[in-house]
């Protein structure tokens, strides 16, 4: 393989340059589009990015020369929030909610989380990384090449031990780039289930140092919620993640009002997650500490609710929402960020324009990786994405089908739909 690689013909070089930040406010709406754009990539980063007459003359006869033949090119999405190793399935729960039964019951009767960790305890490591490769695909044909993924499916230290390896060697053995988060507070296992204090010191005081120890994540989740782990029990874990020098992120908010958001600013966490209940103290909270909203709308949508976060009073306050999959096999079975990015825009009045920018180069800083990915900048990372469309705003326009044509993770081709 030739060594530079250049990128022409793009009707849309949606670059999303600009301050290395975070986008907020007006901001958001700023993609930076070159039309009839191109890009020169040496090795594994971008060289420049530019009009095509400025790229033109980069190019050398050894170069390898990829005619995007007029479509959108962008930086490939960036999913901050998913739980992508799990065993088994829950189509049984799903077709139980089309018949009235809602996710905190089927919980409580020992479904819902509780069921995959069952089968997920039952998975060896190779189970894991087999179907794990799966959904990675899945995740590289819908234009993804980032994601967070949290564990959080084996409650006990082998198998969170097990999850965060399946995570590991997942990273290394696919195309798509794994952030990985410590997530053991995802439930009390039933076997706790009348001594939840002391599962909450095995996540301290056993779990967090072999996570920690071994450098298996790089930051630790709790689901802050009524029924689940407390706000001072989320306090415990998170601040004990902390002093192992883990980053912090938050299921917040999400069935109920219950203080997740206000958690997740006392503690300076990186992302509160969810927050469909959140209140005006919560996000001015948010705002406060500078936490980034991570929003899960396909979470909402196969819930069959209707209560999405409100994404418009929480872009008006100034905050750095981030769009995300949440992709699991309870409440979000979907790795599509197209199909985020139309919830986005139907459910929650984002534009186009805003959802690109938080399912892109705020996601990226929402994983500390704002210099490396997220744009399509001198620098960066080549990861990228040719959609096979004209103009950006189809992605969320035209919904429920694949629009990436070429996947680029590194440079090297990751994913390609066949040419028809
Ligand atoms: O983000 N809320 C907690 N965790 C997941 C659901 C996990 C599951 O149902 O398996 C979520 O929605
Ligand atoms: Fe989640």
């Not at 949606?14 to 754009?37: E, M, S």
């Not at 299921?251 to 209940?277: I, V, W």
Request: charge should be negative; glycine fraction near 8%; aromatic fraction near 6%.
């Amino acid at each position: 393989m030739s060594n530079s690689l250049a990128v022409v013909n793009c009707a849309q070089l949606v670059t999303l340059a600009g301050a290395r930040r975070a986008r907020t406010g007006g901001d958001l709406r700023q993609l930076a589009i070159i039309d009839d754009g191109a890009m020169f990539i040496r090795g594994d980063r971008i060289e420049a990015a530019g009009k095509r007459r400025e790229i033109e003359p980069l190019i050398t006869g050894d170069c390898e020369v990829i005619d995007a033949g007029r479509r959108v090119v962008m930086p490939g999405f960036v999913d901050a929030h998913t739980h992508p190793v799990f065993a088994g399935i829950r189509a049984n729960e799903f077709e139980q909610r089309t018949t009235g039964a809602t996710y905190r019951e089927i919980a409580a009767r020992g479904g819902g989380i509780r069921a995959t960790v069952r089968a997920t305890r039952n998975a060896s490591l190779k189970d894991l990384v087999k179907v794990g490769k799966r959904y990675a695909d899945w995740f590289l044909r819908g234009g993804t090449t980032t994601i967070e993924a949290k564990s959080g499916y084996g409650l006990t230290i082998e198998d969170e031990l097990k999850i965060l390896r399946a995570i590991k060697q997942l990273d290394e053995e696919t195309p798509l780039n794994y952030v990985p988060t410590f997530l053991g507070a995802h439930d009390i296992p039933s076997e706790y289930k009348t001594r939840r204090h002391l599962y909450v010191s095995l996540v301290v005081n056993e779990m967090l140092p072999r996570v920690a120890e071994e450098t298996l994540a790089e930051y630790c989740d709790v689901f802050c919620e009524e029924d689940v782990f407390t706000t001072e029990e989320s306090w415990q874990i998170l601040s004990a993640a902390r002093c192992h020098g883990l980053g912090l992120r938050v299921h917040a908010d999400q069935l109920s009002l219950s203080g997740g958001a206000k958690l997740a600013a006392e503690l300076n966490a990186t992302t509160a997650d969810h927050l469909e209940h959140v209140d005006a103290a919560g996000i001015a909270a948010l705002k406060a500490a500078q936490v980034q909203p991570v929003l899960l709308p396909g979470s909402v949508y196969a819930l069959g609710s209707n209560r999405y976060p409100p994404a418009r009073e929480m872009i008006d306050a100034g905050l750095a929402v981030v769009l995300a999959t949440d992709f699991n096999p309870g409440s979000s079975p979907t790795p599509s960020m197209p199909m985020v990015l139309s919830l986005a825009c139907t459910q929650m009045k984002m534009t186009p324009g805003e959802a690109i920018s938080a399912s892109t180069i705020n996601a990226a800083y929402s994983l500390g990786r704002g210099d490396e990915i997220g744009s399509l900048e001198k620098g960066k990372r080549a990861d990228f994405v040719i959609h096979d469309c004209r103009d950006y705003r189809e992605l969320a326009y035209f919904f429920g089908i694949e629009h990436a044509w070429r996947v680029y993770v590194s440079g090297e081709l990751a994913c390609q739909k066949p040419d028809r």
